[in-house]
């Protein structure tokens, strides 16, 4: 059975570009969350998704950053703009209508130049 | 807010001893906690959970302890193997629904 997917895993790009990050989550999982990483750190909330209510969008730290979710599937993050700050591990996590446990990918390596 | 940058806790056990890694949490309100284990390049691996209504829980090798007295969550590992090096999170669920609210990390090494 397959997990949470997300691509790519490293993205490396310059600063001032946009740049979109991807996410699959566990088949028949409703609730979708995006979380950022930083170095040596735990994880910060970003945004949630469940089913069709409007997303918990508290944890986005600027208008820079948006989520959408297609359904009950795909999730792309996009970042506008980026700054050297946004360097980070993002990653998603789904669950079963809102329960937990939330299931983790791996993340994908965000590197701002 | 939130805490430190690089210089994580950190505990060095011998393989076979057991190991305790500790947390203190922040929101009387949290319901439900949660330990992860995340390895290097890889995402958070579910451990163990437990609701506030219960003070212990055990699974496979790992115990939870709560304390809602003084907020203090504690995951402990039986018979610790090399490959229980990782680093541990703990994770509360606080009034929003759906949302965890991470601990800073603890970095578990365990020394054949």
């Known amino acids: 059975g397959a997990g949470v997917s997300q691509s790519p895993s490293n993205k490396v790009t310059e600063k001032g570009k946009d740049v979109e990050l991807r996410c699959d989550p566990i088949?028949?999982?409703?609730?979708l969350y995006w979380y950022r990483q930083r170095l040596g750190q735990g994880l910060e909330f970003l945004i949630y998704?469940?089913?069709?209510?409007?997303?918990?969008k508290s944890g986005l730290p600027s208008d820079r950053f948006s989520a959408e979710r297609t359904g009950e599937s795909v999730s792309t993050l996009t970042i506008q703009r980026t700054q050297q700050e946004d360097s980070a591990v993002y990653l998603c996590?789904?669950?079963?209508?809102?329960?937990?446990?939330?299931?983790f990918g791996d993340g994908t390596r965000l590197s701002i130049l | 807010g939130e805490s430190v940058g690089l210089h994580l806790p950190t505990l060095s056990v011998q393989e076979g001893d057991n190991s305790i890694i500790n947390c203190a949490y922040s929101?009387?309100?949290?319901?439900?906690f949660i330990w992860y284990k995340q390895e290097s390049g890889k995402g958070p691996q579910f451990i163990i959970d437990?609701?506030?209504?219960?003070d212990k829980r055990q699974g496979q090798r790992v115990t939870v302890l709560l304390n809602k007295t003084v907020k203090h969550l504690s995951l402990q590992i039986a018979a610790t193997q090399p490959g229980d090096s990782a680093v541990y999170f703990c994770?509360?669920?606080?009034?929003?629904?759906?949302?965890?609210?991470f601990g800073q990390g603890t970095i578990l090494t365990v020394h054949p």
């Open positions: 437990i609701r506030s209504n219960m």
């Open positions: 929101n009387s309100a949290s319901d439900y």
């Open positions: 994770a509360e669920k606080g009034t929003s629904y759906g949302k965890l609210t």
């Open positions: 998704f469940q089913g069709n209510s409007a997303p918990d």
């Open positions: 088949s028949g999982h409703t609730a």
């Open positions: 996590a789904s669950s079963l209508e809102g329960f937990q446990p939330q299931h």
